[in-house]
């Protein structure tokens, strides 16, 4: 997007408008990426933070080859990689459903949403992170496969298979739950 | 049972909302460093000078050569470019004029990308100013591509800033509509000072105020000019969601008068994520128009047209804490940001959030309002909210006069007592604070910045 392109070259120039233009834009969208991989609403401010912190400290490092969206999951996603490895094991369940939001929907939709919403976090959860991380860059990043193999360092049909095993599972979980 | 595309559909909507304080967190600190690096690298940018020169006894001799040539082409080019113009003195003849006429043509269109680039512009207006320095300012709107059908003239808007009456009306034609603004204070007048008046004085003065340069000689419509130009971005002081900015000023060489002035920039819409462009010509300049008085009488208005008259308080700072006070006590909140003034600047946006309000202040005014006519609802409702439009204008006003404002509505609530919501200049050793609780007094730089410190992350 020629916005994007725009915001990161005043960025690079030091522009604190462009940033917090940046910032505005992808807060949210940031936001639920890393919920989604780590499972927790904390770890995942944490990772937003780090990521923000370490995109300033190295402005003018940063090259864009495809877009700003993606790049910026890509970087969240290998900040929420490292602090996983880090704690050595897996992320703990959701523990702060209050900050868990769908789209304003009416009350009672609302309601019927924020549990599904409850409900698929738990199933993501039980996904192994490989799967779970395909899964998200690919449907909430909008990142193709061969993208995200070139970011893991892995073939194209590793990940394809990932996704398809992550979906199967997250499928057999959800029908297990009250969602029809 | 749910199909893979139903769970690919339900992962694709999960969506999470940042805690409030997310962003004041993050992007505070974020910020911080930013500045803390730009400033670094200023320094580091001059250390690195520095050591060059100092490196060798040879680069020391040069650069002390460059530096005694500089100085004495700056001193030759100390009030005059290479031609002999000098653009303060552009504006120092300009304002010798008692009154100026100018014609200004704008075309405005939305870039949006994969569209065709050849698509006309979606405004395409041409207005005629005439502005005296005693008796205000008028100017005439009209449509550059859309003439008269029976070869007349066709006005679509007319507006008047008649200084002696501090009254401004604005007429609209095409809808048969009028407004009529009185003020109490010198706010009319103190407009003329900003740009958007389009007051050649105040447009020197803006590329004056930023970083610009020379063009060179050319010629207009047979008339010798001597250009200048600024791309920087202060113009207009940084204007929000302004970028691109390419304006130039061309100036007769013998009389020192515009003769030509263009101004483009790229304007990002936020609400439509869009950009658009805006191209303006100000041309046809006439210098010490004779202004006859009544030229400046209030407009005879047609019987047909329907209007509203508006009798606005003082733009002061009384007003603007009845405004905040106001937003609060019928929107739930203050402002969040200054597009939510911006949005909410004109009557009809800020009826329609009223309209959505639930507060008890909002209930009991909808109370009232039950049973009214159409017309005495809206005028009741326009009286009960000027306040809140103070606010914003008392905003304009700040950012006119370049007072240094900073405002913290996202962060500040009525019950933050000793916590800034706003902040202006007054002058070099004092700021002016207006707290949570609306409450305001003055302080200095440093207690300024001990309660802007203060303030939660």
Redesign the interface.
């Known amino acids: 997007?020629?916005?994007d392109k725009?915001l990161l070259w005043k960025f690079k120039r030091?522009s604190?408008?462009a940033?917090?233009r940046i910032?505005?834009k992808y807060?949210?969208y940031l936001?639920?990426v890393a919920?989604?991989l780590l499972n927790n609403?904390h770890a995942?401010?944490d990772v937003?933070?780090d990521f923000?912190?370490s995109?300033?400290?190295s402005?003018d490092k940063v090259k864009l080859h495809g877009n700003l969206k993606a790049y910026l999951a890509t970087c969240v996603a290998n900040l929420a990689r490292n602090r996983i490895k880090r704690m050595q094991r897996e992320p703990i369940a959701l523990d702060d459903n209050d900050?868990?939001?769908?789209?304003v929907l009416e009350p009672d939709l609302l309601a019927i949403q924020e549990e599904?919403?409850a409900i698929?976090?738990q199933a993501?959860s039980q996904l192994p992170y490989e799967q779970r991380e395909v899964?998200?860059l690919h449907?909430?990043a909008d990142m193709r496969f061969t993208q995200i193999a070139k970011l893991r360092s892995t073939s194209v049909n590793t990940i394809r298979s990932r996704y398809r095993y992550g979906?199967?599972k997250?499928?057999s979980l959800?029908?297990s739950e009250v969602?029809? | 049972m749910k199909s893979l595309q139903d769970i690919q559909k339900i992962v694709a909507k999960f969506n999470v909302k940042p805690g409030p304080e997310m962003r004041s967190k993050v992007l505070d600190e974020a910020l911080e460093i930013q500045r803390n690096q730009n400033q670094q690298s200023i320094s580091d940018t001059k250390l690195n000078i520095w050591r060059i020169i100092m490196k060798s006894p040879i680069t020391k001799l040069a650069t002390a050569a460059v530096v005694v040539i500089a100085c004495l082409i700056g001193l030759s080019f100390w009030r005059t470019t290479g031609s002999g113009i000098a653009l303060a003195d552009v504006l120092a003849r300009i304002e010798k004029a008692n009154a100026f006429g100018s014609s200004r043509q704008w075309s405005e269109s939305e870039k949006i990308t994969g569209e065709d680039p050849n698509k006309p512009p979606y405004v395409d207006d041409a207005r005629t100013y005439l502005i005296s320095q005693e008796y205000g300012l008028k100017f005439k709107e009209q449509p550059k591509e859309q003439p008269d059908p029976n070869g007349g003239e066709s006005t679509f808007l007319e507006e008047y800033w008649l200084l002696q009456k501090k009254t401004k009306i604005s007429i609209s034609h095409k809808k048969k509509e009028y407004t009529r603004e009185e003020f109490e204070d010198d706010w009319l007048e103190r407009q003329l000072e900003w740009p958007w008046a389009n007051d050649p004085r105040v447009l020197v003065k803006e590329i004056l105020g930023c970083k610009y340069e020379s063009m060179g000689r050319a010629t207009i419509d047979g008339i010798e000019v001597e250009g200048f130009q600024t791309t920087d971005p202060n113009w207009v002081g940084n204007a929000p969601n302004i970028r691109q900015v390419d304006v130039k000023m061309w100036v007769d060489v013998k009389t020192w008068l515009p003769v030509r002035y263009e101004e483009a920039y790229v304007y990002f819409e936020e609400k439509r994520q869009r950009f658009e462009h805006t191209h303006s010509v100000m041309h046809d300049f006439r210098w010490d128009v004779v202004v006859d008085a009544a030229e400046f009488e209030p407009p005879v208005i047609p019987d047909d047209y329907t209007g509203t008259v508006v009798k606005w308080p003082s733009i002061n700072e009384e007003n603007a804490i009845q405004g905040l006070k106001l937003w609060v006590e019928l929107l739930g909140n203050y402002p969040k940001s200054i597009m939510d003034m911006i949005v909410l600047r004109d009557f009809t946006a800020l009826r329609s959030a009223f309209e959505k309000s639930e507060t008890p202040a909002a209930m009991r005014l909808k109370e009232e309002l039950k049973g009214l006519s159409q017309s005495d609802k809206t005028n009741r409702l326009r009286v009960a909210m000027l306040p809140m439009q103070c606010l914003n204008k008392f905003r304009i006003k700040l950012g006119g006069d370049k007072k240094d404002p900073a405002y913290y509505w996202k962060i500040v609530t009525p019950k933050d007592t000793d916590k800034v919501l706003m902040r202006w200049k007054v002058s070099d050793n004092e700021y002016r604070v207006i707290y949570g609780d609306l409450h305001a007094e003055t302080v200095t730089p440093d207690k300024l910045a001990e309660l802007e410190k203060a303030l939660p992350k």
């Open positions: 997007m020629l916005e725009l030091g604190s408008e940033l917090e910032y505005d807060e949210a936001i639920t919920t989604a609403t995942a401010e937003l933070h923000f912190i995109f300033v400290k402005a900050s868990i939001e769908s789209a599904e919403t698929l976090n993501i899964i998200v449907l909430q979906l199967e997250l499928r959800l029908n969602l029809k």
